[in-house]
């Protein structure tokens, strides 16, 4: 079980391939936390059209919504302020039903790592992306350029993803 947070949802929706996230996951349904679809809602509401296709995702049924149980929010009072309510909400789920977190936040990996979550981010996802060979490395390449040009999110360095196992 896969649970996506927003900043890679938008991310993959910007650049209109979320398709690369069921396919390096090998999954036909995503999951997110309800302050993650919160997040999305309140994107929609403002106009921004990456939110639109991450709703039509939901109607599909291709993204689906869990909600935290009592334990999941005792968990997450454990958890820093300055993470986002997706965050949290996200993590103690994943915590409960030992689900994959994904999250581009080096914070939230931390705090993953921490308290025993599994979890991943962009650069490992681009990585696979290529190791499994969905995609070429030209390819992974260009996804990275569409990232950089349409979300404004910089890569310090593309050699973790590139690097030879």
Same mark, same amino acid.
Not at 67 to 91: N, Q, V
Not at 92 to 97: E, M, N, W
Not at 121 to 140: F, G, H, P, Q, Y
Not at 153 to 159: G, I, N
């Given at each position: 079980?896969?649970?996506?947070?927003?900043?890679?949802?938008?991310?993959?929706?910007? @650049?209109?391939?979320? /398709?690369?996230?069921? %396919?390096?996951?090998?999954?036909?349904?995503?999951?997110?936390?309800?302050?993650?679809? !919160?997040?999305? %809602?309140?994107?929609?509401?403002?106009?921004?059209?990456? %939110? !639109?296709?991450?709703? #039509?995702?939901?109607?599909?049924?291709?993204?689906?919504?869990?909600? /935290?149980?009592? %334990?999941?929010?005792?968990?997450?009072?454990?958890? /820093?302020?300055?993470?986002?309510?997706?965050?949290?909400?996200?993590?103690? @789920?994943? $915590?409960?039903?030992?689900?994959?977190?994904?999250?581009?936040?080096?914070?939230?990996?931390?705090?993953?790592?921490? !308290?025993?979550?599994?979890?991943?981010?962009?650069?490992?996802?681009?990585?696979?992306?290529?190791?499994?060979?969905?995609?070429? #490395?030209?390819?992974?390449?260009?996804?990275?350029?569409? @990232?950089?040009? $349409?979300?404004?999110?910089?890569?310090?360095?593309?050699?973790?993803?590139?690097?030879?196992?």
């Amino acid at each position: 079980m896969v649970f996506v947070d927003t900043d890679i949802l938008s991310i993959f929706s910007k @650049i209109q391939r979320l /398709p690369l996230l069921f %396919a390096v996951f090998e999954q036909d349904i995503l999951n997110i936390a309800t302050a993650v679809e !919160n997040e999305i %809602a309140v994107g929609v509401s403002k106009g921004f059209p990456f %939110a !639109n296709a991450l709703m #039509e995702l939901q109607t599909q049924k291709r993204l689906q919504t869990h909600h /935290p149980t009592t %334990a999941d929010e005792e968990f997450m009072l454990s958890l /820093p302020d300055t993470l986002g309510a997706g965050e949290r909400e996200s993590m103690a @789920i994943c $915590k409960r039903l030992t689900a994959l977190f994904v999250s581009n936040e080096r914070r939230v990996m931390h705090h993953c790592q921490a !308290n025993g979550i599994r979890c991943t981010n962009l650069d490992e996802i681009l990585r696979a992306l290529w190791e499994l060979k969905i995609l070429t #490395e030209s390819d992974v390449r260009q996804v990275i350029t569409e @990232i950089e040009t $349409k979300d404004s999110l910089k890569f310090r360095s593309t050699a973790t993803i590139f690097e030879s196992a």
